[in-house]
T-cell receptor, first 117, second 114 residues
Framework: NAGVTQTPKFRILKIGQSMTLQCTQD?????MYWYRQDPGMGLKLIYY???????DKGEVPNGYNVSRSTTEDFPLRLELAAPSQTSVYFC????????????????FGDGTRLSIL | DQQVKQNSPSLSVQEGRISILNCDYT??????FLWYKKYPAEGPTFLIS?????DKNEDGRFTVFLNKSAKHLSLHIVPSQPGDSAVYFC?????????????FGGGTRVLVKP
């Protein structure tokens, strides 16, 4: 199994450009997430989805949009790229909570390194 | 306001010795905690977790301890091996909140010297 696949691995954008970061998973996970990691910092949640057609904001959603039309895919859209969006972006997926609410570990892709100049 | 903190940005340890990584949290609603390991140019990989109904969980060389009253958890790696050199992230969540969302600490970079 490929797990969680992110494309592209690297990208340089100019200020004001738009792009879509792709994420697909083949584990039939209901839940999917987008995080960003700034240098020397932890991961911060941008958006998440608990199933096809359902998305919700995380801690840092401004400047981003998402959609979830299938179980497998969860693309992240930057409409007007800004230097503050220079970061490494990670997509993750997981099963829903187990019985008794036990959380399921999230599985991560290898990230997209995005620079905005 | 950081709800999950890892106050040691780096740790250097001799091969074969114990590595102890610490994590503090402020949100009393957190009741499930995970440790992830990250190598350069790769995504984080799940290492070990603990629910708030326990105070210890062990998996091979890795043990996580939870002190709920102090809002503190630690990860022990015994014995440390050169392949353990990586960045370790502590993460926390609310088991009953929808979405299985995680809040991460800033990470601790571990270097295991041969």
């Amino acid at each position: 199994n490929a797990g969680v696949t992110q494309t592209p691995k690297f990208r340089i954008l100019k200020i004001g450009q738009s792009m879509t970061l792709q994420c697909t998973q083949d584990m039939n996970h209901n839940y999917m997430y987008w995080y960003r990691q700034d240098p020397g910092m932890g991961l911060k949640l941008i958006y998440y989805s608990v199933g096809a057609g359902i998305t919700d904001k995380g801690e840092v959603p401004n400047g981003y949009n998402v959609s979830r039309s299938t179980t497998e895919d969860f693309p992240l859209r930057l409409e007007l790229a800004a230097p503050s969006q220079t970061s490494v972006y990670f997509c993750a997926s997981s099963y829903p909570e187990g019985r008794q609410g036990s959380n399921q570990p999230q599985h991560f892709g290898d990230g997209t390194r995005l620079s905005i100049l | 306001d950081q709800q999950v903190k890892q106050n040691s940005p780096s740790l250097s340890v001799q091969e074969g010795r114990i590595s102890i990584l610490n994590c503090d949290y402020t949100n009393s609603m957190f009741d499930y905690f995970l440790w992830y390991k990250k190598y350069p140019a790769e995504g984080p990989t799940f290492l070990i977790s603990i629910s708030s109904i326990k105070d210890k969980n062990e998996d091979g060389r890795f043990t996580v301890f939870l002190n709920k009253s102090a809002k503190h958890l630690s990860l022990h790696i015994v014995p440390s091996q050169p392949g353990d050199s990586a960045v370790y992230f502590c993460a926390a969540s609310e088991q009953w909140a929808a979405g299985n969302k995680l809040t991460f600490g800033g990470g601790t970079r571990v270097l295991v010297k041969p």
